[in-house]
């Protein structure tokens, strides 16, 4: 399978005469499409919500679109709430899941009337030492340990992750909530990042929904909602069968029907807590070759580093590469595309085998519209790039500006003479 760019070389020339590179590009049609494919997937479910996780791509804008399909938030921290608030995403239209949560979350995730979603049975006595109450809505993140497997093999090892509730903590504490005042109560559980296969939320749904039927049988509580989190991925590879949300979508409802409908729970809604498979494959990272260096390999050096994209560097991970304008040439080149980080892992290719490179030409690195720019950093004192959106009619609107040298400095007002250092606004 060939990956393609969402945008085309001419549109790309256009583009760049308005935003210097490097920056992440972002494809409306594309998110929009996808989103809606989500819906049609879980439209037989008439509670169901998508609710983005906003950790993999932290921009108002384009919150803005998914909240026009009826998305919601997931959020983990103080200013992805700040954030979602500001969108106009308030109550329980937001999903608050967090670990090791300071009391001050806690206090503005309930302000805001998010639903709060425990991580810890600890946590239901200090979220009510914290706010005074328990929400009469709360949820609970399960972790079943062990190592979890579905048809294709094992899928990861939930029993090292610091998140959830095990199987007894979380029947006891749904016990304790109802005691004190919880009325709504919802099931969470995240266990497998990144999975390209159609069998992994119909085989989490079925975890679920067991214990569902089980918490109904042993507390007499009906679950409202079931989260079935995240964890769908996208295909980064060109030899990867991307996931079919419409085949995951009717596998869940088919354990639906086998199991919560018999017991009584066909008024339960599913929940939805995508943000890779959402915006990722409708996000680029457009940089410009600079460099060329010819050692004991052959390098091609870009004017974007590990600083705007940190998942090669910090996982190895493969993101496939466009050389503009070459679409259709011979890979019979064999380079390390690098940034210019201290770092000798500021890689984002290794021996990989592209057409021949030439300095100015533009690269096109893919999926990148999820845990991309919003994984950032400021090493080297390399600044954010800044965000671009292709609208659906051709047109590029900036959504976020380049972070400048006065940003970086910004945080040193502790430090009066910083304001005398000269520095360049471009």
């Avoid at 945008?7 to 308005?18: A, M, R």
């Avoid at 029907?257 to 959402?278: H, K, Q, S, W």
């Avoid at 940190?310 to 190895?316: D, E, K, N």
């Avoid at 690269?363 to 519209?369: A, E, K, P, R, S």
Wanted: hydrophobic share 35%; glycine share 8%.
């Amino acid at each position: 399978m060939k990956k393609q760019p969402f945008v085309s070389n001419e549109q790309l020339q256009e583009i760049v005469k308005q935003f210097p590179t490097p920056f992440h590009l972002y494809d409306e049609k594309g998110i929009r499409a996808n989103v809606q494919a989500v819906r049609d997937a879980f439209a037989w479910n008439p509670g169901f919500r998508e609710y983005f996780a906003v950790k993999a791509e932290p921009n108002p804008f384009i919150i803005q679109i998914l909240k026009e399909y009826g998305c919601g938030c997931d959020c983990s921290s103080l200013t992805e709430l700040m954030l979602s608030d500001a969108v106009g995403i308030r109550g329980e239209q937001i999903m608050f899941s967090s670990n090791n949560t300071p009391p001050e979350e806690f206090v503005f995730a309930d302000k805001l009337g998010a639903v709060i979603n425990l991580d810890d049975f600890t946590h239901i006595d200090f979220l009510e030492q914290t706010i005074g109450k328990i929400p009469e809505t709360i949820s609970c993140r399960y972790n079943p340990g062990g190592v979890y497997e579905i048809s294709n093999g094992i899928m990861d090892n939930p029993g090292d992750a610091k998140y959830g509730f095990t199987k007894e903590q979380l029947l006891e504490g749904y016990q304790l909530l109802k005691e004190k005042g919880a009325k709504h109560f919802g099931l969470h559980s995240f266990l497998v990042s990144n999975t390209v296969t159609n069998d992994y939320y119909p085989a989490l749904a079925k975890t679920l929904f067991e214990l569902a039927v089980e918490i109904q049988q042993k507390l007499g509580i009906k679950l409202d909602f079931i989260n079935l989190s995240g964890g769908v991925g996208i295909a980064y590879q060109p030899d990867q069968e991307p996931n079919d949300i419409a085949a995951i979508g009717e596998g869940v409802h088919k354990v639906f029907d086998e199991i919560l409908v018999p017991a009584g729970l066909e008024n339960t809604a599913i929940y939805t807590e995508m943000g890779r498979f959402m915006t990722g494959p409708y996000g680029c990272l457009v940089t410009k070759a600079v460099h060329e260096k010819h050692t004991y390999k052959d390098y091609i050096g870009v004017d974007a580093c590990a600083a705007n994209l940190m998942r090669p560097a910090m996982y190895g991970a493969y993101h496939h590469i466009t050389v503009m304008g070459k679409e259709d040439a011979p890979c019979d080149h064999k380079y390390d595309v690098v940034g210019s980080l201290c770092e000798n892992n500021d890689k984002f290719a290794v021996d990989r085998m592209l057409p021949e490179i030439e300095k100015g030409d533009y690269l096109v690195i893919h999926d990148t519209g999820a845990h991309g720019f919003a994984m950032g950093y400021n090493y080297n004192g390399r600044l954010w790039s800044a965000e671009v959106l292709l609208r659906e009619d051709g047109t590029a609107q900036l959504i976020r500006r380049a972070q400048t040298p006065k940003d970086y400095f910004a945080t040193f007002d502790c430090f009066a003479i910083y304001q005398n250092i000269p520095f360049s606004e471009s």
